[in-house]
């Protein structure tokens, strides 16, 4: 069974500081690591990766995947409050299954 | 183009109540998933359609849930008997590529039943 960890599971942060999340993953024939971030509704997508080593950049949003630790990390830079929100990593094998997602984590940027 | 659209966005229910769940995904996607989100368990795979066909619902709790995608652009999802521990926020997604791309979701339903 496929399985994705998130950590930390909460994080409170001041503005402009830089956060780094992190997402372990177990899966058989790994195809593809999703973030994506949920404010008080659905989940918007962020990156998705599929090659170790390479960089996915979104403004002060990063992250980049390790298929051989089996992790990857989401960094964001200068936080502001509207990055305040839950951030989901999920991930898909070649079996053609369905994404599985981890439980999340719920960052907070105060002012 | 408006997205993946759910209705109703909010919906109240007794106990042993039938609850309907419908979903237009985005025009020209054929893959559409529906998800389950709550505090306990986080978001959970309920069942996936590919070209309207189900395609895996070992998700699906039990008996008392039901999903039909009777046409590309329409979908639903029903619960009977509901019972309070179906309360949940329920996503419905689609997706244009393999199933393991980028979703696209809607605003959600969230259900309470009481």
């Known amino acids: 069974e496929d399985k994705v960890v998130q950590s930390p599971l909460s994080l409170v942060v001041h503005e402009g500081d830089t956060v780094t999340l992190n997402c372990s993953y177990e899966v058989t024939n790994f195809r593809s690591l999703l973030w994506y971030k949920q404010e008080k509704k659905a989940p918007t997508f962020l990156f998705m990766l599929t090659s170790s080593g390479i960089e996915k950049k979104s403004g002060r949003l990063s992250s980049i995947l390790d298929k051989k630790e089996l992790f990857s990390i989401l960094n964001i830079t200068a936080t502001q409050t509207g990055d305040s929100a839950v951030y989901l990593c999920a991930v898909g094998n070649n079996a053609g299954n369905m994404l599985t997602f981890g439980g999340g984590t719920r960052l907070m940027v105060k002012p | 183009d408006a997205g993946v659209i759910q209705s109703p966005r909010h919906e109240v229910t007794e106990m042993g109540q039938e609850v309907t769940l419908r979903c237009k995904p985005i025009?020209?996607?054929?893959?559409l998933f529906w998800y389950r989100q709550t505090m306990m368990r986080g978001l959970e795979l309920l069942i996936y359609?590919?070209?309207?066909?189900?395609?895996?619902d070992s998700g699906m709790p039990e008996d008392r849930f039901s999903a039909k995608m009777p046409n590309a652009s329409f979908s639903t999802l029903k619960i009977q008997p509901s019972e309070p521990r179906d309360s949940a926020v329920y996503f419905c997604?689609?997706?244009?590529?393999?199933?393991?791309?980028?979703?696209?979701f809607g605003s959600g339903t969230q259900l309470s039943v009481l």
């Open positions: 359609f590919n070209n309207n066909v189900p395609i895996d």
């Open positions: 997604a689609s997706s244009p590529g393999p199933p393991t791309g980028k979703l696209f």
């Open positions: 025009s020209g996607h054929n893959s």
